[in-house]
């Protein structure tokens, strides 16, 4: 089991950028695939990014393509979110995962209940 810390949430503008950032302890993430997801109020969770566990691919739900970049650095044993043209659409709780199946895509089908989930950080978009 992994634990995930999500960091870098917080009150931004619309039109401005953050970077989420989570860190994986208690094992190493180098096999994983590792998503991004995010749940607003009275809405379900929803797919925001995920990387395969090269790194090499990446997949965006359509809400968020060109604006959002998912990245990992497995030195650091951390996966990041970059954020860019943000939308007061975007304002939610933002969780990282860890896929338990190694060697996978990255897709949104690859996570579920049983992978490993961060306590998540809030963002907030002002209109």
């Known amino acids: 089991q992994v634990q995930l810390v999500e960091s870098g949430g917080g009150l931004v503008q619309a039109g401005g950028s953050l970077r989420l950032s989570c860190a994986a302890s208690?094992?190493?993430?180098?096999?994983?695939?590792m998503g991004w997801f995010r749940q607003a109020p009275g809405k379900e969770r929803e797919f925001v990014a995920g990387?395969?566990?090269?790194?090499?691919?990446?997949y965006y739900g359509d809400s968020v393509k060109g604006r959002f970049t998912i990245s990992r650095d497995n030195a650091k044993n951390t996966v990041y979110l970059q954020m860019n043209s943000l939308k007061p659409d975007d304002t939610a709780v933002y969780y990282c995962a860890a896929d338990r199946k190694p060697f996978r895509g990255g897709e949104r089908s690859d996570f579920d209940e049983d992978d490993d989930w961060g306590q998540g950080t809030q963002v907030t978009v002002s209109s």
């Open positions: 990387t395969s566990w090269t790194g090499d691919t990446t």
């Open positions: 208690g094992r190493t993430i180098f096999r994983s695939a």
